[in-house]
């Protein structure tokens, strides 16, 4: 897990086509497939899921608006993703979870698509993206939205684990999706947490 470094995904990197290719690669590995969850839509919560993930576009936008993370290991392979919607940053016209949260919350960053690759989820790649964007802003609480319908209990569990909580249930998504609003207090503010790895 030493090895892994976090990265800005920007546009002048050499490898910045590869990196998206990879990173839409995973999410749609991840991607909500409400087909296939059958008769048991618990099996999705358990191992996590992406309900809106994206295609290349999408995410080369949020590249190119400096709001997308990348944890990757030596050979440039992408185990871990997230983006940053920064509190300096009006929300997208059609981004209704995030006008709620600015609404209710104030201006604060709010950590979206947070993924690490299958088979290199439990290893704290995640956590660590986590922690990245909580430094990034120490005065300020982190949010994130997930959706409760199907319920996402890996995700969840895994907010849980590094200090998020849930405050209210935003029940006006445009898909129709309520999402569970979580925060995560400011990094200064963290001292009670759990270190890491103790049970
Ligand atoms: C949710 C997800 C991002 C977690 O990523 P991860 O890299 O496996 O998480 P980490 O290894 O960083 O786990 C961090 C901590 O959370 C804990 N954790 C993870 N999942 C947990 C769960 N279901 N219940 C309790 N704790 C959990 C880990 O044990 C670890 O604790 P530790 O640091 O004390 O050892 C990953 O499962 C995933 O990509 N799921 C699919 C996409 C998704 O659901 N994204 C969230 C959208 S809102």
Known sequence: MENGEIIAVLPQLSDFDDLITQIAAIAKALAYRASEAGDDPERW???GFLVSHYGRDKYRDLAEQGRLYAIVQDNHQV??????????????VDDKGREFIRKTYGRVPVVKQIASERTHAGQGWARRLNDHFSHQYPDDPVFAAIVEEPRNHRSEGFHTR???HKCTTYRDHPDGKPRGI???PPSGQQGSLLPRNTK
Not at 79 to 92: C, K, M, S, T, W
């Open 162 to 164: 590094i200090g998020f």
């Open 79 to 92: 185990v871990a993703f997230a983006a940053i919607y920064r509190p300096e940053q009006l929300p997208d």
């Open 182 to 184: 979580w925060r995560r």
């Open 45 to 47: 919560g358990k191992s």
